[in-house]
């Protein structure tokens, strides 16, 4: 009696568990199904992360034109022996001068100015890339996902076939006195337990469709998503030709753009140990004999090559840092590499070893089971642990390939290679 009980209780829940499931499930039919390199372009039309650096290419250029621009020449007036005359009430001058002034920079600085400011431009592109790749990567990881879930449901599938074929042969049999009602019981229980999986796997994509969805704004997906074969593993280079390709990579490349952004600010620090002179050229009109002179004159500051040490200092020191944080990021990016080589290799081993030598073993052996079992010369448990076993293989086959196409990702990533649709496109078996 509890059996039956039991067995209800997991129906019921069952069925609460799938109306909220398959509620949200509108896809569109006139829409084509979704494909990794649509949302690659969907992510690169929308997301305003790539669309931020047209923003600061506008800001790094006008720096550059600033950084152009010559030291402001001063107007200036300057009178003296200004008096009062009582006699007249007005106000007399003895001497006004008109003066232009100007700074005439030495030591190359509007040239070292310029070359900061240009270096800062160049590093956007190789900023963008990088954003781009990463943003590409968290696209395909989300996608995948999104694969995963619908591979998920494919194998609750063929557990609710199955399972429905037990509880129809121990229906009959039941009805021959050939077993008790218990097994019916418990067979009807493991077909709710393989539904409410497949309830979850719906659940699961939902959620992964709408994580992917929100890369391009999209807020209530309901676009279908490709078939694609998360099985389908391609054979990639060694490790020492990845890590060749890795000095390639916009992660290393951001600190040659980094490097070259000091040693633009350390050129520029050193031409501030070369003073500038202020010069001055005007005019002086003297009252008393009506008489105009030129004037001139120039000042040169004094211990400016002090003044300057500190900031040289400064950025001989960040030429060291990054030099150090260069190597560092090396040996970072070569152990991620590993790691993700490491992954691929072995996840990739598993699929096929799985696929080639276990796999087909417990199809055979549950075929041979369930003619047994019909025959009454097994028990109804042994033909369930096959089932579990064979289902089992399958989720542990699909975990290992979707490991695998994230290491893969992640290759791709580290690599600076394009991330592809092709290694995940397919059909569904």
Known sequence: MWLRLAALAVFAMLSCAQARATLPVVPDPSSDPLTLDEAFARVARAHPDLRLFDAQRRMRDAERDEASLRPARTLGIEVEGLVLNDASNRIDTLETALSLASVFERGGKPDARRALAQSRIDALAV?????????????????????????????????????????????????AGASPEAVILSAQAAL?????????AMQQFERARRSLAVLWGDAAPTFAVAEVDPLALPSIDGFDVLAARLQRSPELLQFNDQQRIAEARLRLARTQAVPDVEWQAGLRHSREGNDVSLVGGFSIPLGQRVRAEPGIRAAEAE????????????????????????????????????????????????????RAWRAGAVSHLEWAQLQDERIAALRQQLGAAIEAQAALIELQRLTGQPLLAGTLEGALE
């Open 127 to 175: 900023e963008r890339e990088k954003a781009r790749i990463d943003l590409l990567a968290d696209t395909a990881r989300r996608h995948l996902d999104v694969i995963d879930a619908l591979r998920q449901q494919a194998i609750a599938r063929q557990d609710i076939a199955q399972r429905q074929r037990v509880v129809e042969a121990a229906r009959r049999r039941f009805q």
């Open 192 to 200: 709710a337990q393989a539904e409410l999986q497949a309830a979850r």
């Open 319 to 370: 030429l060291d840092v990054l030099s150090l944080q260069r190597e560092a990021g090396g040996l970072s990016l070569l152990s991620t590499l590993a790691d993700a080589h490491g992954r691929y290799v072995v996840a990739r081993d598993e699929v096929q070893r799985l696929r080639d030598d276990v796999l087909p073993r417990l199809v055979r052996a549950e075929a041979e089971t369930e």
